[in-house]
């Protein structure tokens, strides 16, 4: 049994965890088995490790806690790997994360959604479009910032890059037309590629 317990299936932002825990080369255990749809994360037990009642959650001998993105920034400076060990660039790192979440997450999820994966009656072209719409700018400030830079903190993959580039996977597995941005794509494709992004 290891310290660490990651909650969540892999098909859910629980990804963004078992990508980071692969990319530390951590042990851990998986509690898959959470049907988040179906009130398993709303019980008194799971409300316990992560009050917000969502996937992913952790729990290890320290901390109980949900959130992705802060999750893997836990790990990361558990584990002093991919994030750098300076006041600048940790803060950067924070940046990225909270950028990724407050002005890609929300769009870039409608696009999934309403472009690729609920029944196609459900699908509203209406929000396929506002989301396009709202990633314009964002996707633009990602692609200028990566014409110039490899990778987001820093001259290797951190976990800011983990962070944003699991956010830009929903677009990849909807077919969003990133070819205005074409720097997006080719990072979006380099962080992807990498083993530990192909969690199970
Ligand atoms: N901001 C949270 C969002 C977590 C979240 O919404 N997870 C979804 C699954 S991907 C969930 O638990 N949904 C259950 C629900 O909405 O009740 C994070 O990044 O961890």
Redesign the pocket.
């Known amino acids: 049994m290891s310290d660490l317990t990651i909650m969540?299936p892999a098909a859910?932002?629980?990804m963004?965890t078992l990508w980071m825990a692969g990319e530390l080369g951590i042990d851990f255990d998986h509690k898959a088995d959470i049907n988040?749809?179906g009130g398993d994360?709303?019980t008194p037990e799971y409300l316990a490790v992560n009050r917000?009642?969502?996937?992913?959650a952790i729990k290890d001998s320290a901390i109980s806690m949900?959130?992705?993105?802060?999750?893997n920034i836990y790990l990361a400076k558990k584990h002093k790997k991919l994030i750098p060990s300076d006041l600048v660039g940790e803060t950067k790192v924070l940046e990225w994360s909270f950028w990724v979440?407050t002005e890609v997450?929300k769009p870039m999820l409608n696009y999934l959604f309403h472009a690729a994966m609920l029944p196609e009656d459900q699908r509203k072209q209406e929000v396929v479009e506002q989301a396009v719409a709202d990633l314009a700018w964002p996707l633009e400030v990602l692609d200028t910032y990566l014409a110039k830079h490899r990778w987001l903190v820093g001259d290797d993959f951190s976990v800011a890059d983990l962070n944003v580039a699991a956010v830009l996977a929903w677009g990849k597995m909807s077919k969003f037309d990133f070819s205005a941005t074409p720097h997006v794509a080719e990072y979006m494709d380099r962080c992807l590629g990498r083993p530990a992004a192909k969690v199970r």
Do not use: K, L, Q
């Open positions: 969540g859910s932002r629980a963004r988040f749809r994360c709303r917000a009642g969502r996937v992913p949900g959130e992705s993105c802060a999750i979440m997450e």
